[in-house]
Nanobody
Framework: QVQLVESGGGLVQAGGSLRLSCAAS????????MGWFRQAPGKEREFVAAITWNGGNTYYADSVKGRFTISRDNAKNTVYLQMNSLKPEDTAVYSCAADSRLSTSTLRLAAREYDYWGQGTQVTVSS
């Protein structure tokens, strides 16, 4: 079992930055692909970014490419999402998720492919 806890959300003006953190429990975190998803009010959950177990491969949604960066520190059992140049349309609840297939090099973009989820952290971008 893996427990995920997000932090770092908040209210920021358009053009600002936030860094989200996702702290994981469990010894197998370093073997999991990790992803970030978001869900805005009235909208479906959407993929934001993912990173392989060793950080060797990342993938981003087109809407955040060039503005967001996903990274991980396996020694700290933590994955990060650095968000720059934030826009009002980035407003959502952001959740991290773990794909429990061990040490896979495949990045999965569908929420249903992830096995463990955090509770989420609210990000609000004002115009």
């Amino acid at each position: 079992q893996v427990q995920l806890v997000e932090s770092g959300g908040g209210l920021v003006q358009a053009g600002g930055s936030l860094r989200l953190s996702c702290a994981a429990s469990g010894r197998t975190f370093s073997s999991y692909t990790m992803g970030w998803f978001r869900q805005a009010p009235g909208k479906e959950r959407e993929f934001v970014a993912a990173i392989t177990w060793n950080g060797g491969n990342t993938y981003y949604a087109d809407s955040v490419k060039g503005r967001f960066t996903i990274s991980r520190d396996n020694a700290k059992n933590t994955v990060y999402l650095q968000m720059n140049s934030l826009k009002p349309e980035d407003t959502a609840v952001y959740s991290c998720a773990a794909d429990s297939r061990l040490s896979t090099s495949t990045l999965r973009l569908a929420a249903r492919e992830y096995d463990y989820w955090g509770q989420g952290t609210q990000v609000t971008v004002s115009s």
